[in-house]
């Protein structure tokens, strides 16, 4: 396949899985409309990133050997799962906020490492990434593919990843939208953070095949 089909059919089905609900997409969801555009902008970056730990050790064909060993896929299971039920529990302890002009200014240089780092672990430990990525490279991979090719298809999967989330926080940031959910901030971190602890307690209640 050359690079070119490679190109299309990685875009067709990586935005098709982007697009689908998962945790992702509940992360970013719930910082934008909790924090706002950049803390949405902010934890996609972090998405895209974390989207280079599956690339490369699916280019080294490290994603093959994940995929058949139950020991590492459970391993991988337990950390992406435990890392959403986490996720969970904070959002359904989150508090009703008093003074949110108050509260986001003083830490907001703080909280930006911190958002970051969120959305590069919650894809980073994404358990159904391994199978995911040894099924897409396999199709368009070769043992003939030259290795400026895994880059390019590499990069243009984490530029997808970043358009697509970017895409949402700036729907969801709408003034119209923010203004709806302003004042039930609180209320949105419980119901995501509910959704993240389903995510997370099925993860670990799945066996591995």
Known sequence: MDLTQGLLLITSVHLLAAASPGPDFVLVSQQTLSNGRRAGQLSSAGIALGLSV??????????AVIANSSSALWGIKLLG???????????????????????????????????????????ALNPKAPIYFVSLFTIVLS?????????????????????????????LSKPQVTSKFHRMGHWIDRVTGGAMLILGLKVLATRTQ
């Open 54 to 63: 599956h690339i490369l050790y699916s280019s080294l064909g490290l994603a």
């Open 81 to 123: 799962g435990g890392y959403l039920v986490y996720l969970g529990i904070t959002g359904l302890r989150a508090r009703a906020s008093t003074n949110i002009q108050g509260q986001l200014e003083p830490t907001q240089a703080n909280s930006s490492l911190k958002i970051l780092g969120m959305g590069f672990l919650c894809n």
């Open 143 to 171: 043992q003939d593919t030259p290795a400026q090719h895994l880059l390019i298809y590499g990069l243009w999967m984490m530029v997808l990843q970043l358009a697509w989330f970017s895409f949402l926080t700036l729907l």
